[in-house]
């Protein structure tokens, strides 16, 4: 049995919702089946591991450019797909780069993948799939939500400092850019699901959607694609710059040469990321510096992309691109480095992927404006790319802004 492999501890049918970049035909008709987990510190190559379970359940992994609508079926149910999530921990290990501060949320599998299936039309609706077996500690389902306060792991003044640091990084050559993030956690009492439901649905969230399990819950609002594989070609789309959603915020915006200098450089690294991957033809920039909105701000994001010329696997394909370059900074493992020298508690959920692998397609978030539940505690975590140019309490201030409606879609 592959490492890790055993059953879901919850059924897509719970009040959580659907999982982040599920098809929407499937909604209400596939049912949770099996779980992959793999946690910091277990023995094994996790990319391996995760296609080596992927595969055996039908999925074609293995060669991500072949379309194959010839789904996998066991019994009387068919393997619709897998939600997958891999957090920024398990990317740095499939990078070999250097690994940080523990997450906050131990609990939370590193990477984990749940198979779903389709019921034929013999089973009757409503039958439960044979190895789901339920969750043994359960959130607190059924009772009146209510958040405590905030309280954030480093103060403002550290949070500044740590800008200042990498600047310092940079002047010495160290460096080009690195991303800083914070993270923030409140005590809760009560059922988390429609709180984690109002994050999913934050405006401007393309993978929004809430993943499930043992005690646990994670829900993104995320609007970054990490990493698209659809019609023979994949895509990534990083997103780097931000100003508030106003008239005054769009100009200055396209106006600043730090912004553009910043983005620029992340697309860069995104092409370097495809162009080492074997298997794919000439990277593109399809289009750079194009303004998206999140909720209320403006976005700067680039598509990039390339075909898929010969035989690319998942495992490859996470190496590659894992974890996302507009996260991390440039040079990738360099700025890594400094992450974990510079960040006092892990990334958690958060900075990984998150999203949906199907039998002619995946699909990958970037687990940016995300939120995990243990049962006791709700997390968050926010940051920014830094350049030599980056003031630190504006730098700050973007983050801050970029937490802002996770907690207000939380404490509503």
Known sequence: MVHGTGPVDHCSSTPFGAPPAAPGACQARHHALRAFRWH???????????SAFLADNGLPVRNLGRTDDKKKTFGDSTICGAALYVSADAGCVMAGAALGAPSPVPGIPDVYAVIYEHFSKNRPFGTPPLLLSPASHRLQSGLAWELGEWHDSWTREQHAD???????????GDVYQVNVVGHASAAYRGDPAAALRRVAGLPGARYGGVLAGDGWALATASPETLVEVRGGRVVTRPIKGTRPATADGLRELLASPKERAEHVMIVDLE???LARLPGTGPVAVDELFAVRRWCHLWQAESVVSAPLDGDVGLAELLRAVCPGGSVTGAPKLAALAQIAALEPVGRGVSMGALGWIGHDHLDLGLSIRTVAVDGARVHAWAGGGITADSDPIAEVDEAAAKAGPLRSALKS
């Not at 910091?40 to 995760?50: C, F, K, N, T, V």
């Open 271 to 273: 092409r370097n990321d």
């Open 40 to 50: 910091r510190g277990d023995p094994g190559d996790p990319a391996e591991l995760l």
């Open 162 to 172: 740590a800008v200042s640091r990498v600047r310092a990084a940079i002047g010495r």
